[in-house]
């Protein structure tokens, strides 16, 4: 398999760690989406990452999804996510919510970025929507107290989480005050602590494109 994508993304690092801990052979392409779009363009014609090409040549887009074809290929016993049930549903809105943010800093970025008038009141309707997830991710961390986000093992809401943290404070995190989510911060410190999480990891830099 190919995985294309930078790991300063936190799409794309949640697919990279999860091919490490389901022990997957892959080619890391990390091929930037303004810099290489003209590669990433013959995979996937959304110009997004992370995109997975499988060793049959389909391209894969869609960190949810993607992930959910890993799920399967690493299989019931060793998946990051419950099989079914209370506890799939938790992961994959947790995980849906870190993902949600991850999206807005991405728009909020590129707003930044492209737009020389970026728009207040569109900035300041971003800020509050990521604000305010953070807030419900950290309710939801904090009580009851327990080891991880389903208590007992690792999961993918346990990645989305802190790589959504990660990224966010490396791309945009000047002027926020994280000090607010307590239970956030310790969850991002308990992930990032692990092996694959310092292997899978490049510090955000922008890639302007080329021309
Ligand atoms: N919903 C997508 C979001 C992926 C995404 O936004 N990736 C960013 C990099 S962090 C990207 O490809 N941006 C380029 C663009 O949207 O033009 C997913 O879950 O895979």
Redesign the pocket.
Known sequence: MILI?QFD????RRVGIALELYGLAYEHKPWS??GDADKIAAYNP?????TLVLDCGEAL????A?LDTLDEMAGPERMLIPANGLGRRKVLQVAARA?GI??KA?SLF?SQRFHENASPDYIARIKGQIAATFAWLERDRATPAREYWLDGRLTHADLAVAATLR?FRDAMGEGWDFSRWPALQAHSAQCEALPVFQKISQPFVFTPAKG
């Open positions: 994508g993304s936190p799409f794309v989406t303004f959304l110009l997004r990452v992370p887009v869609e960190t949810l993607i993902g991850s999206d991405v590129y990224h």
